[in-house]
């Protein structure tokens, strides 16, 4: 079935590492997002890129880093620069342009640090 | 734009009401709009699109309203049920830009 997936479901950091967070999609999509939710709030994007090898900052980039070698690969890594990384992570994929679809979300990565 | 840090705003509904969720927009220009749902734990998931040539779209027990000329945007869900408590995001689904609005929660009171 395509869809977009996420992994791992739960991930845990100690201060001062870096971790890196998979989104994988075979739904053929240009573009893809990075999405931070913390407890009872909105969507805030992190990254996103809209075509291979092309990327760029969204609201709260900072303390966060992507490549985009791979039109089905979009992975986050979150470094030690992020103060406050325990959040929900959300990725998401569309097509674009006149023929776009809605845009698909994983099922997301909570990350807490230990 | 968004006020980040804040809460997301709540409506409480009564199970078997019609649930009313608003939101406004930004871009007079943008031209297709969507409602997602998001359980708790989980990835936010399509619930209704509309496209700017339309004024009403109707789904299962949902139906999306779009105001262009004060540019805004509802989502109508009849007769709620308890598992219709989630959060609530509409979306601008331009070319090339996706913009979200800040969602609102909606917890059904059994």
């Known amino acids: 079935d395509g869809g977009i997936t996420q992994s791992p479901k739960y991930l845990f950091r100690k201060e001062g590492q870096n971790v890196t967070l998979s989104c994988e999609q075979n739904l053929n999509h240009d573009a893809m997002y990075w999405y931070r939710q913390d407890p009872g709030q909105g969507l805030r994007l992190i990254y996103y890129?809209?075509?291979?090898?092309?990327?760029q900052k969204g609201d709260i980039a900072e303390g966060y880093s992507v490549s985009r070698e791979k039109k089905e690969s979009f992975p986050l890594t979150v470094t030690s620069a992020q103060k406050n990384p325990t959040a929900f992570y959300l990725c998401?994929?569309?097509?674009?342009?006149?023929?776009?679809?809605?845009?698909?979300f994983g099922q997301g990565t909570r990350l807490t640090v230990v | 734009g968004e006020s980040v840090g804040l809460h997301l705003p709540t409506l409480s509904v009564q199970e078997g009401d019609n649930s009313i969720i608003n939101c406004a927009y930004s871009?007079?220009?943008?031209?297709?709009f969507i409602w997602y749902k998001q359980e708790s734990g989980k990835g936010p998931q399509f619930i209704i699109d509309i496209r700017s040539n339309m004024d009403k779209r109707q789904g299962q027990r949902v139906t999306v309203l779009l105001n262009k000329t004060v540019k805004h945007l509802s989502l109508q869900i009849a007769a709620t049920q308890p598992g219709d408590s989630a959060v609530y995001f509409c979306?601008?689904?331009?070319?090339?830009?996706?913009?979200f609005g800040k969602g609102t929660k909606l917890s059904v009171i059994p």
């Open positions: 871009n007079s220009a943008s031209d297709y």
């Open positions: 998401a994929s569309r097509s674009q342009g006149q023929g776009r679809t809605e845009a698909f």
């Open positions: 979306a601008e689904n331009s070319p090339y830009q996706l913009t």
């Open positions: 890129s809209q075509i291979v090898n092309d990327f």
